[in-house]
């Protein structure tokens, strides 16, 4: 009997993730997670400061113009 491609993909799919991934320890990932979050805290920030100074900068040019 023909196996259907899709049962064939899903059991490869299956075997690869059991048996080839190599999954990141506990510290990894605790490590990881840290990078990530410090990391799109300084983004956040810079963000916040740029739409700050943005804001600034034309609330003068608004208030020179009345």
């Given at each position: 009997m023909k196996k259907y491609k899709l049962l064939t993909d899903i059991e490869e799919?299956?075997?690869e993730l059991v048996h080839k991934v190599s999954w990141?320890?506990?510290s990894e990932l605790v490590h990881s997670?840290?990078?990530v979050m410090v990391a799109s805290i300084?983004?956040?920030l810079v963000i916040?400061?740029?739409d700050w100074i943005i804001?600034?900068?034309m609330e003068l040019i608004y208030g020179l113009a009345i």
């Open positions: 799919s299956y075997n990141p320890t506990r997670t840290i990078i300084i983004a956040a916040w400061a740029v804001n600034n900068v």
